[in-house]
């Protein structure tokens, strides 16, 4: 049954970083060639990238993620860890303010 929960547990650490990398960390939009083009950069969570070209056929420019695994992991604990941190932060003073 151990084994049975580990892979379950595995599985949802997978769906979790897999849907982690997908969210956006910046987006920048510029426009190019005196506007008659428009640059459109994001950088995912991973820090993966697409570039795109709004206003002409130019293809899209995607750049993998730079980090291993074990690396992505760690990003998305640390980022999980950080958001329970501020909602706890949010808690504890608007408890102080009451």
Do not use: C
């Amino acid at each position: 049954m151990t084994q049975h929960t580990e892979k379950v547990e595995q599985v949802r650490r997978r769906n979790r970083l897999n849907v982690w990398r997908k969210g956006i960390k910046f987006t920048l939009g510029q426009a190019i060639d005196n506007g008659k083009d428009v640059e459109h950069l994001t950088i995912f969570n991973d820090d993966s990238t697409a570039l795109e070209y709004l206003k002409t056929d130019r293809k899209t420019e995607v750049t993998s993620s730079p980090h291993s695994h074990d690396q992505l992991i760690d990003m998305m604990l640390g980022d999980e860890n950080k958001e329970a941190e501020l909602i706890i932060r949010k808690k504890l003073a608007g408890e102080n303010n009451e």
